[in-house]
C-alpha cells in the first residue's frame, strides 16, 4: 500500500510491532488501501491501527473531556463545528467576525485522537489545550480506553441511516482514490458493507454498542441521529447543550444564539468557506471531500431494489428488539 495509496494512509512509519500485530491479525479487501484489518472486533487501515494503539495506551480522559464518537461518513465534521460552537460560545461569541470556524476545518478545531493526536504511534501533549478538551473517534465503546469508560467524560455519539451513510463512504473512499486514477465499484463496497467490512465496522455492531450504553448511562452518552439534527436542528441542539451541561437560556435564545450557532454550521456555509472550499491537511486530502451533499436519502439515487432488500434485512435482523429506528428520508 506504500506507493499507490493516498498519503495519509501511507504506512511508511509503522512500528514493528504494529507490523508483527498486523501479521496476525485477518484481513479483508480495503477501502482505500489495499488491506483492512480486524483488530478488537472492528475494521480499520493499518495506520489507523496504530493511532488506535497508542490512543489506547496513552490517553488518560478527564473528566472535563468531551469526546464525538461517530462511524465514519455520519456527519462528523458538522457534529464537530456545532460542539465548538456550542462549548466555546462565551469565549468565541457566535456573532464575532472572525469565529475560529470561519478560518478553520472543523477537524483541525476538533481533532481526532487516532487519526490525528496519535497517529503513526505518537506520544501527545496535552498541555496546550484548554478545558473542556474537545476531541473526537471512530473506536467503538468496547474498545475506547479505560479511562474514557470509567471516568465522566462525557461521549456525544452521532449516528446516521446506512444506506446514506453507505453512500457517503463509497463517494469518499472513491475521491480519494481518483488521485490514484482508481475507483471502488458500488457493488464491491455494498457486499463489504454488508459483510460488516468497512471502515470501523461492521457499522450495526458501532452503533448497537453506543445505543444500548446511551441508554445505561444517560448522562455520560448522548446519543443523536444525523437525521434528526436535520429535521429539528433548534431541539436537538438544545438537547447536545442540556446533556452537556451548558444549557442555553432564554436570554441567548432571544437573542438568536441558537440560529446562529445552526446558520453558522450549516452544510451550505461551512462548504462555501474559503477554507473549506481550498484548504488542504497537511497530508494532502482536500478539506471540501467532506462537504458532499449533506442529505437524507441520496441513497436513493444509487441503490438497486435488490440492495435495498438486502440491506434491509441485515438491518432488520441486527437492530430487531433494540428500539433503535433509522430514517430514510
Ligand atoms: P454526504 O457524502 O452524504 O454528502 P463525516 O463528516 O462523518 O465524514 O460525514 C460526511 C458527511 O456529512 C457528508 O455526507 C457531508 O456532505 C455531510 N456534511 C458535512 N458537513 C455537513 C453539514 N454542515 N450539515 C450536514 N451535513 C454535512
Given at each position: 500500500m506504500t506507493t499507490s495509496s493516498p498519503k495519509y494512509l501511507?504506512?511508511?512509519?509503522?512500528s514493528e510491532e504494529c507490523k508483527k500485530l498486523l501479521s496476525i491479525l485477518p484481513k479483508d479487501k480495503g477501502w482505500v488501501g489495499s488491506y483492512i484489518y480486524n483488530y478488537q472486533g472492528f475494521w480499520t487501515p493499518p495506520r489507523f491501527l496504530q493511532g488506535v494503539i497508542a490512543f489506547q495506551q496513552q490517553f488518560q480522559a478527564e473528566d472535563s473531556d468531551i469526546i464525538l464518537v461517530t462511524?465514519?461518513?455520519?456527519g462528523t465534521t458538522w457534529l464537530k463545528s456545532l460542539l465548538f460552537a456550542l462549548i466555546n460560545r462565551v469565549k468565541h461569541?457566535?456573532?464575532?467576525?472572525?469565529?475560529p470556524l470561519l478560518v478553520n476545518n472543523p477537524h483541525v478545531l476538533?481533532?481526532?485522537?487516532?487519526?490525528?493526536?496519535?497517529?503513526?504511534?505518537r506520544v501527545h501533549d496535552f498541555s496546550t489545550f484548554t478545558s473542556p478538551k474537545l476531541l473526537a473517534t471512530h473506536v467503538p465503546f468496547a474498545s475506547l480506553p479505560k479511562s474514557v469508560q470509567d471516568s465522566k467524560t462525557k461521549l456525544v455519539y452521532l449516528c446516521r441511516n446506512p444506506r446514506d451513510t453507505f453512500i457517503s463512504m463509497w463517494h469518499f473512499t472513491n475521491n480519494l482514490l481518483l488521485h490514484h486514477n482508481d475507483t471502488n465499484s458500488i457493488e464491491e463496497k455494498f457486499d463489504l458493507f454488508c459483510e460488516g467490512v468497512s471502515l470501523y465496522g461492521p457499522f450495526w455492531n458501532h452503533v448497537l454498542d453506543y445505543w444500548k450504553k446511551s441508554i445505561e448511562m444517560p448522562t455520560k452518552i448522548l446519543f443523536l441521529m444525523y437525521e434528526e439534527i436535520k429535521k429539528k436542528p433548534k431541539v436537538q441542539l438544545k438537547r447536545l447543550a442540556k446533556f452537556l451541561e451548558c444549557p442555553i437560556s432564554t436570554e441567548e435564545e432571544n437573542c438568536g444564539v441558537v440560529d446562529e450557532i445552526l446558520k453558522m454550521c450549516s452544510f451550505k456555509n461551512l462548504r462555501n468557506l474559503e477554507v473549506n472550499t481550498n484548504g488542504r491537511f497537511s497530508t494532502g486530502?482536500?478539506?471540501?471531500?467532506?462537504?458532499?451533499?449533506?442529505?437524507?436519502?441520496?441513497w436513493k439515487n444509487y441503490f438497486t431494489t435488490n440492495m435495498s432488500d438486502k440491506l434491509n434485512h441485515t438491518i432488520e435482523e441486527k437492530f430487531q428488539g433494540s428500539g433503535l429506528k433509522f430514517s430514510y428520508v
Open positions: 501511507q504506512e511508511d512509519n509503522l462511524t465514519p461518513k455520519s461569541p457566535i456573532f464575532e467576525p472572525n469565529h476538533v481533532p481526532f485522537l487516532e487519526h490525528d493526536l496519535y497517529i503513526d504511534g486530502e482536500a478539506y471540501n471531500l467532506f462537504f458532499r451533499k449533506g442529505e437524507i436519502g441520496d
